[in-house]
């Protein structure tokens, strides 16, 4: 499998960032990891393997970057003002600069998906939901996508438009609603065992529903923990099956 890695300096973020490419053709993906971790934590835990076969035919190229979770919501040592601020520049950080890298790396007609695990899936709808002009799809996996449940009770007008369960019920721009209507690769997944939330999918999907978002929600079954292993299955067989 092709594999680089690649950095710079990010103006939005202020420090220094990694992303890892893995493949050489095929759609993008843009893969955000789960709660603090890094650009090589799909990797570590074997998910790139699992769906190498797809990137080694060409059917995806895969672009992963680092979470700065643990500079924002995980970070309890930070006033809560100061991590919905730092929220928003990483959605600056990946609308102003990585998407153009993807762009740079494929070519401008090459569609982009997001995709993300448990915190990693909030984050890949919220993305999706904001720049359905610069984002083709999204597949969330194992996501709980109401922000309130990791601000501790702060509440302030960036944690409201970064919370898809606050935000997207009042969404009447028609613009972005049309866009978001015509995108055919909408995919919310939950599994029903241990530690999953599969009611936090439904109520999305519900929100989906009544906005007229045309989407697959999948609740796999009660042998489908919040881990890797549900992860490995899902992901190949969406990656395959959808696209």
């Known amino acids: 499998m092709q594999k680089f890695i690649d950095s710079w300096y990010s103006p939005s973020l202020h420090k220094q960032m990694n992303i890892a490419v893995y493949g050489h053709y095929g759609f993008s993906l843009l893969m955000l990891p789960t709660a603090a971790a890094d650009f090589l934590e799909y990797e570590r835990f074997s998910l790139i393997q699992a769906i190498a076969p797809l990137i080694n035919v060409g059917k995806v190229k895969v672009f992963s970057i680092n979470s700065i979770n643990n500079e924002s919501w995980l970070n309890d040592s930070m006033h809560p003002r100061d991590k919905s601020i730092r929220h928003n520049q990483f959605n600056d950080y990946v ?14 007609e090459t569609p982009i998906v997001v995709s993300g695990a448990s915190f990693g899936a909030l984050h890949a709808v919220n993305l999706f939901l904001k720049r359905p002009d610069l984002i083709n799809g999204v597949i969330g996996m194992s996501g709980d996508y109401n922000l309130q449940s990791y601000t501790k009770g702060y509440y ?25 209507r015509n995108r055919k690769n909408i995919h919310i997944i939950s599994g029903s065992g241990s530690y999953e939330m599969p009611e936090a999918s439904r109520r999305l999907s519900e929100v989906f529903n009544a906005k007229g978002i045309n989407h697959e929600l999948a609740i796999w079954g009660n042998d489908m923990p919040h881990d890797w292993p549900t992860w490995h299955k899902v992901l190949p067989f969406y990656l395959e099956n959808r696209f």
């Open 156 to 180: 302030d007008q960036d944690v409201y438009f970064n919370n898809p369960m606050a935000y997207l019920p009042n969404l009447n721009d028609d613009h972005t609603l049309s866009l978001l």
């Open 95 to 108: 609308f102003n600069e990585v998407l153009p890298f993807i762009k740079s790396k494929t070519s401008p």
